[in-house]
Nanobody, 127 residues
Framework: QVRLVVSGGGSVQAGGSLRLSCAASGYSTRRNCMGWFRQAPGKERERVASIVNNGRPTYADSVNGRFTMSQDNAENTLYLQMNSLTPEDTAMYFC?????????????????????WGQGTQVTVSS
C-alpha cells in the first residue's frame, strides 16, 4: 500500500522559511511523477512543483526562485524548501505521486494525473 506522509508546515511571518517533507513507502514500481500542490480556501488546487521520472524539478511561476523541490532517493523522501514566504503562499500543501504502468498520456503538472496523495499540511504566512 502506497503511503505518503507529510511533515512540516506551520505558521511564519512574511519573509520567513519553512521546509516540508514527504516520506513515501509501499511501492516497488517507478514513480512517474512526484509533486507538491497547494490549495487555499475557495481556490482550486494548484501545482507548486513537480519532478518527472526523477528528472529536474519544475516550478509554478508564483514560487519559482523562492521554493526548491528536492528528493532523497535513498530515503524515498521528497522535500519542499520554501523561502521568502508571503501571505499569498498561505494554503494547505499536499504531496502527491503518480505510480502507474499505464501507457496513457499524462502531465506531471496536473493534479488529475496523480493517483496517490499525502495528507495536507497547513502553511500560514502572516504579514
Amino acid at each position: 500500500q502506497v503511503r505518503l506522509v507529510v511533515s512540516g508546515g506551520g505558521s511564519v511571518q512574511a519573509g520567513g522559511s519553512l521546509r516540508l517533507s514527504c516520506a513515501a513507502s509501499g511501492y516497488s514500481t517507478r514513480r512517474n511523477c512526484m509533486g507538491w500542490f497547494r490549495q487555499a480556501p475557495g481556490k482550486e488546487r494548484e501545482r507548486v512543483a513537480s519532478i518527472v521520472n526523477n528528472g529536474r524539478p519544475t516550478y509554478a511561476d508564483s514560487v519559482n526562485g523562492r521554493f526548491t523541490m528536492s528528493q532523497d532517493n535513498a530515503e524515498n523522501t521528497l522535500y519542499l524548501q520554501m523561502n521568502s514566504l508571503t501571505p499569498e503562499d498561505t494554503a494547505m500543501y499536499f504531496c502527491a505521486a503518480r505510480i502507474s504502468s499505464s501507457i496513457e498520456n499524462y502531465s506531471c503538472s496536473l493534479a488529475k494525473f496523480y493517483n496517490y496523495w499525502g495528507q495536507g499540511t497547513q502553511v500560514t504566512v502572516s504579514s
